[in-house]
T-cell receptor
Framework: DVKVTQSSRYLVKRTGEKVFLECVQDMDHENMFWYRQDPGLGLRLIYFSYDVKMKEKGDIPEGYSVSREKKERFSLILESASTNQTSMYLC???????????FGDGTRLSIL | GDSVTQMEGPVTLSEEAFLTINCTYTATGYPSLFWYVQYPGEGLQLLLKATKADDKGSNKGFEATYRKETTSFHLEKGSVQVSDSAVYFCALSDRDSSYKLIFGSGTRLLVRP
């Protein structure tokens, strides 16, 4: 089974802090994704990566950046956290275009 | 652009009732279609998938058939259990154009004993 592991289930940070969310997958997948999930808004794609050091903006990239230095790891960075970034963050990976994405358990991030 | 529309929830059923969650899509290419389930406090899990017209995906008693003529992929289960209470997401992936999944807004299912 594919395992996607997110480093924290719950995280509390203060406004203005730089926040790192880490995600690791163990199936040698090419593609990795970061989403945020908010009530009434469903899942929205922040960034994705289809190869090491490659990244593409999703639908809501503002206020975020990403890093993919190794194939198995994809980091989401909040450069200067704000309260409107309080949300559930989900990481996913897939083996190829048009294949199912496999999700981690999510990180519930609160910005105070 | 591509989109997925799901029926609004919550859907509340008694145990052993029949379940249908409607999902329709618009896509310019030939998408693959998926149903995901999210249990409370967890991430999304792939429930089933179908990659071409008339394919039927099935898993854990759930089924969905890829209907190109009606652009639909409705989720069904003959007899729900309390443990099926979760949020269900319909999604599509357009094989020609994108790495992305397009998700519906999700439908919450609550099954009462």
């Amino acid at each position: 089974d594919v395992k996607v592991t997110q480093s924290s289930r719950y995280l509390v940070k203060r406004t203005g802090e730089k926040v790192f969310l880490e995600c690791v997958q163990d199936m040698d997948h090419e593609n990795m994704f970061w989403y945020r999930q908010d009530p009434g808004l469903g899942l929205r794609l922040i960034y994705f990566s289809y190869d090491v050091k490659m990244k593409e903006k999703g639908d809501i990239p503002e206020g975020y950046s990403v890093s993919r230095e190794k194939k198995e790891r994809f980091s989401l960075i909040l450069e200067s956290a704000s309260t409107n970034q309080t949300s559930m963050y989900l990481c996913a990976s897939s083996s190829a275009r048009n294949q199912p994405q496999h999700f981690g358990d999510g990180t519930r991030l609160s910005i105070l | 652009g591509d989109s997925v529309t799901q029926m609004e929830g919550p859907v509340t059923l008694s145990e052993e009732a029949f379940l249908t969650i409607n999902c329709t899509y618009t896509a310019t290419g030939y998408p693959s279609l998926f149903w995901y389930v999210q249990y409370p406090g967890e991430g999304l899990q792939l429930l089933l998938k179908a990659t071409k017209a008339d394919d039927k995906g099935s898993n854990k008693g759930f089924e969905a058939t890829y209907r190109k003529e009606t652009t639909s992929f409705h989720l069904e289960k003959g007899s729900v259990q309390v443990s099926d209470s979760a949020v269900y997401f319909c999604a599509l992936s357009d094989r020609d154009s994108s790495y992305k999944l397009i998700f519906g807004s999700g439908t919450r299912l609550l099954v009462r004993p």
